[in-house]
Each structure stands twice: as C-alpha cells, then as structure tokens.
C-alpha cells in the first residue's frame, strides 16, 4: 500500500491462522516519508513530506510481519516507546506480533530503554562519617 493515496485510514485484519500474514508499506522515490508506530495500538502512520494529503494510520490487527519500505534513505522509522531488537539502517527488524521489519530507511529511533543514573543514599543517623554512598538506580521514563 502506498501512504501516497490521500485515506486517512485504513483497517487491516489478518484473520485467524498462522499468523504469517504481512502488511507492506512502501514510501515514495520522489518525497520523505516518516512511519510512526505505537506498539501499544498497532497503529502505524505514514506522513509524507509536502503532501496536501492527511497521513494515513494503517490499524493492524492478526498480522504477525509488518513490512515498511522506504522510497528514498531520507525516510524515517520512529517506535514510540522501547520493544525488542537492535536498530539499524538501512534495514533491520524490531519487535514481534506483529514483528516490524524495514529496508531503505535513513533514520530507525526506538522509544527509551531504562535509565540508569547515580544518586546519593541517605546517611544512617548513626553514621558520623562525613563520605556519602551513592547507589545506581534504574527507571523507566514516562512517554507522555
């Protein structure tokens, strides 16, 4: 399916089975196209730079490969927030159910993994030591 068409959405459903069902996405040779997907809906939206036409979400539902192409290396993949699998470009894979594969992309961002960070504990009220500990800590950060 190409981004390009100008519909707002569009509803895929892979039906019951083995789950081996791909949606394609391909992005066109003239103009930027940025993929954004939300794992937590499995809504993937194209926006294609320039265009008069709105974005256009692709819903899928039961299908276990999503397939973005890009048309030219300046395309975009951005995941909203962190999900399995290393980044890379041109091409890569990230994820399952349904797995998100991509080629020909100039940039893949992947929301954030945990964050590891140094803070000061707390002196014992028994401790006369003037030294502080610090302990490492992790945390994962709120999308908003």
Known sequence: ????????????????????????????????TAFTYDPDTNLFTAVVAGSPNPPTTFAAAHVGVVSLTGGTTADSLL??????????????????????TYQNLGSVTVGEVPVAWTTPRRRSRTTRSASRSWRTTASWPTLR
């Open 1 to 32: 399916m190409n981004p390009l068409w100008g519909i707002g959405q569009v509803s895929v459903d892979g039906g019951t089975g083995s789950g081996s069902d791909t949606l394609q996405v391909v992005g066109t040779a003239s103009t930027t």
């Open 79 to 100: 995941v909203t927030r962190f999900i399995p699998g290393q980044a890379t470009v041109p091409s890569g894979t990230l994820g399952f159910a349904p797995q998100v």
